[in-house]
């Protein structure tokens, strides 16, 4: 009796994951969806770039993700339009990314609020 209503618990705590995070069949279909768009990006860039750029595009997503996933962007639409002649070498890569870099570059400002708070010690004595 226990085995079942254990299954029972199992049945309905399953039930009530597959319902808070969407039938399990679009989920795995968004899965493979994604890892076809991982595989064909991954397809254009081995074209696109020798080993060391891509090496050191690798070295670049451990350490930045975001700002190689700019460059990998900006790579495939070039290839895409036909703006590259041949494979990117290693420093071909490295202006590539000092291009991102200048255009994505954070400009840093501070500002001082001060704000007035009378002290006794700056009241005037009479």
Known sequence: MADEELEALRKQR???LQAKH?????DT????AKQRE???????LAQVL???ARGRLSNLALVKPEK?????????????FGQLGGKV???GLIEILEKVSQQTEKKTTVKFNRRKV????????D
């Open 29 to 32: 279909s968004q899965q493979e």
């Open 89 to 91: 070498s290693d420093q």
């Open 50 to 52: 020798d080993q060391a």
């Open 22 to 26: 969407g039938d399990s069949s679009g």
């Open 118 to 125: 009378l002290d006794s010690d700056e009241e005037e004595d």
């Open 14 to 16: 399953m039930a009530e």
């Open 38 to 44: 991982a595989e064909m990006r991954n397809n254009i």
């Open 68 to 80: 190689a996933k700019a460059v990998e962007n900006y790579l495939i639409q070039m290839a895409r």
